[in-house]
Structures are given as C-alpha cells and as structure tokens.
C-alpha cells in the first residue's frame, strides 16, 4: 500500500465526500485515488467534442418511466 501525504489525504478525503463516501476510512482511501484515476483514464479517450445533444438519453420522453411502470404516479 502506498503511503499517502497529509495533504493528499485531505484531498482525497474531500473527493470522497463530495462522492457521498464520507463514512469511508483513511485506509479506503487509496481506493477513491485508484477509482479517480480510472475514471479520468476513461474520460480522457472520450471526445471532447460531444455536445449534449449527442448524449443518448435525450431521446426517452420525460413521461417513459410512467409507461414502463403505470402505477408509480399512483398516490
């Protein structure tokens, strides 16, 4: 494991929370660094110039989730 710096701790411990993790350990926290690293590996091979129109979710109707389960809306 490696040994992680007072002020990367504090880092990493700031990205937890803000990821809703804050009950994690300082021993979990290596886990958040190798997690971020993964996540930017994979944003990095994206194109940069997707515009939010080329996002597939754009094309369900805001009313798709009451079609596929009719009685959530039911109070």
Do not use: C, W
Not at 15 to 38: H, M, Q, R, W, Y
Request: charged share 25%; net charge negative; hydrophobic share 35%.
């Amino acid at each position: 494991m490696t040994k992680v710096s007072d002020v990367e701790t504090e880092t990493l411990r700031e990205i937890a929370d803000s990821a809703g993790l804050s009950k994690l350990s300082d021993a979990n926290l290596p886990d958040v660094e190798n997690a971020l690293t993964f996540a930017q590996s994979l944003t990095e091979r994206m194109p940069n110039t997707l515009v939010p129109t080329d996002e597939p979710a754009h094309i369900y109707p805001a009313a798709y989730p009451a079609l596929v389960h009719p009685h959530a809306q039911e109070d």
